[in-house]
């Protein structure tokens, strides 16, 4: 069993930089495969940025967005630069052990509450 609890959202400018935190409790953290999505009001919850020993990033956010690991600490991060107002939404923590390439909600076993990120213009 793996608890997730995100940090770090907020209200923000268009232009400005964040980073968001996901604390794991439980075992074996460095096994899992660690991503994050997010969903805007409406909107089916999307793919953001995923970790195992590499990074694959969706197209909206490569280049702006870097997520890494402290496997010591038992922690994620999602660093979010150049942030627009298209990337408003709740962000998502998600952990996973069974799945493939780590891109799709239906590859993580675990989740977090989720982090309210607001980008105004």
């Known amino acids: 069993q793996v608890q997730l609890v995100e940090s770090g959202g907020g209200l923000v400018q268009a232009g400005d930089s964040l980073t968001l935190s996901c604390a794991a409790s439980?075992?074996?953290?460095?096994?899992?495969?660690m991503g994050w999505f997010r969903q805007a009001p409406g909107k089916e919850r999307q793919f953001v940025a995923r970790?195992?020993?590499?990074?694959y990033y969706a197209d909206s956010v490569k280049g702006r967005f870097t997520i890494s690991r402290d496997n010591a600490r038992n922690t994620v991060y999602l660093q979010m630069n150049s942030l627009k107002p298209e990337d408003t939404a709740v962000y998502y923590c998600?952990?996973?052990?069974?799945?493939?390439?780590?891109?799709?909600?239906?590859?993580?076993?675990?989740w977090g509450q989720g982090t309210q990120v607001t980008v105004s213009s």
């Open positions: 998600a952990a996973g052990l069974r799945g493939s390439y780590y891109s799709t909600a239906d590859e993580y076993d675990y």
């Open positions: 970790i195992r020993w590499d990074t």
């Open positions: 439980g075992r074996a953290f460095s096994r899992y495969a």
